[in-house]
């Protein structure tokens, strides 16, 4: 698995060692209510639990203290996000960013847009 280094991780956190554990998996979030009541409380609402990445994403935003989990969709496929990003309240401030393979990265929003339109990827 590729992950963001530690070093890159405290470019966007005051606890990098925390949020690297969460984005490999080694946190059980449901265990973590002190760290993650948001989360907790969204998990215990849903009558499906919500996949790994979803739940991921969410407690990363509580821990990096953003505004919420957010989508952006491309014009290939508009039922799967291209990525999703925790939101800072900034296009170009960076966050923790998971793409549509899967992979954690440390970018903002608005380079990872205008980066793949570069390339020929539009964006609804």
Same mark, same amino acid.
């Given at each position: ?62 821990? =990096?203290?953003?505004? /919420?989990?957010?989508? *952006?969709? !491309?014009?290939? &496929?508009?039922? %799967?996000? +291209? ?14 960013? =998971?793409?549509?393979? /899967?992979?954690?990265? *440390?970018? !903002?929003?608005? &380079?990872?847009? %205008?980066? +793949? ?8």
């Amino acid at each position: 698995m590729n992950l963001p280094s530690i070093k890159t991780l405290s470019t966007i956190t005051d606890n990098p060692e925390l949020l690297r554990k969460l984005i490999e998996g080694n946190i059980d979030i449901e265990q973590c209510p002190e760290l993650f009541p948001v989360t907790c409380n969204w998990i215990r609402a849903c009558y499906n639990e919500p996949n790994e990445d979803e739940l991921i994403m969410s407690a990363a935003n509580e821990l =990096l203290e953003c505004h /919420g989990v957010e989508a *952006v969709f !491309s014009n290939v &496929d508009d039922m %799967e996000p +291209a990525f999703t990003y925790c939101n800072t309240g900034d296009s170009y401030v960076g966050t923790l960013v =998971l793409t549509d393979t /899967g992979r954690y990265l *440390v970018s !903002s929003w608005g &380079d990872m847009v %205008e980066s +793949a339109e570069r390339n020929g990827i539009e964006f609804n």
